[in-house]
């Protein structure tokens, strides 16, 4: 057995918690589902700290989320404490764990993959590490699946921007790099370049054309409050959706490369007063 089947928890948090996160995780949704949606998150986060740590081994990695997974479909009790937690969640929910699993794929990818081939390569690892999150919540509150394809354009788009955000930080922390590698190449950029103190012209053009497809999402995911029935969870997901797309406009405008293009307390407050039409 190995030394990482041996460890009482596999798990080593960073420190991070939702407050850190861009976009509110389960901020407005009805009480009695938040704590489920918590429970989500706890084990979310534990795998990504596992896959974005700088000390394991790429081995290690995927050793500890293979416990995490084991612990999640009941085949240990040892090693995850959130995978338990989550477990314990689903049991009550009802809620099936193919979301959590869909996950542990991406950040096992994460582990051994520092770089992504072309946009189809990244919208695929989206589809493990982005939209298994708005499909577990949905399916939380018991949302018809019809909303799956919105949801899944509004997750893509956020993991997407997060990743244009943190492209220089990636890359000098983990040598990771999610700017599609023939992106760079039709347009004279090397991954080196990111690590340049402010965006080439070449760079510029590739944020560009990764914000081009992100609009294009945000005009999917826009349609995604008007199939949640649930009145927190729509009013929630119109405040994610303008969020996402005052991000997408911010980074049009700014550089990366050369500070941390963010969102603004006045951002959300336009976001939440556009949201309220979604109140009644």
């Known amino acids: 057995m190995s030394a990482v089947l041996e460890l009482d928890n596999v798990e080593s948090w960073s420190g991070k918690d939702r407050g850190d996160e861009n976009f509110p995780v389960g901020a407005i949704v009805n009480p009695r589902v938040r704590p489920h949606v918590h429970a989500f998150y706890s084990f979310a986060r534990n795998a990504d700290d596992i896959s974005d740590s700088d000390v394991l081994e790429a081995g290690d990695k995927v050793a500890r989320l293979d416990v995490m997974e084991a612990v999640l479909l009941g085949r240990s009790d040892r090693g995850s ?166 991000l997408t406009a911010r980074l049009r405008r700014g550089d990366p490369l050369a500070t941390r293009v963010k969102l603004s307390r006045l951002d959300a407050v336009f976001s939440i007063v556009a949201a309220l039409r979604y109140a009644p």
Request: net charge negative.
């Open 81 to 246: 404490p959130s995978a338990l937690g989550l477990r314990a969640s689903l049991a009550e929910t009802g809620v099936v764990a193919d979301h959590a699993c869909e996950l542990l794929v991406a950040f096992r990818r994460d582990a051994v993959k520092p770089r992504t081939e072309s946009w189809d390569d990244l919208y695929d690892y989206c589809r493990y590490s982005a939209m298994p999150v708005g499909r577990h919540v949905l399916d939380l509150h018991g949302e018809d699946r019809a909303a799956w394809p919105a949801s899944d354009a509004l997750c893509t788009t956020l993991q997407v921007l997060n990743h244009l955000q943190d492209c220089q930080k990636d890359l000098r922390a983990l040598d990771r790099c999610y700017l599609p590698q023939d992106m760079l190449g039709a347009n004279g950029c090397a991954v080196s370049d990111v690590m340049q103190p402010a965006e080439t012209p070449g760079l510029r053009r590739v944020f560009g054309l990764l914000l081009d497809h992100c609009d294009e999402l945000n005009a999917r995911g826009a349609a995604l409050p008007r199939f949640v029935k649930d009145r927190r969870l729509r009013i929630e997901t119109a405040i994610i959706g303008n969020l996402a797309r005052r």
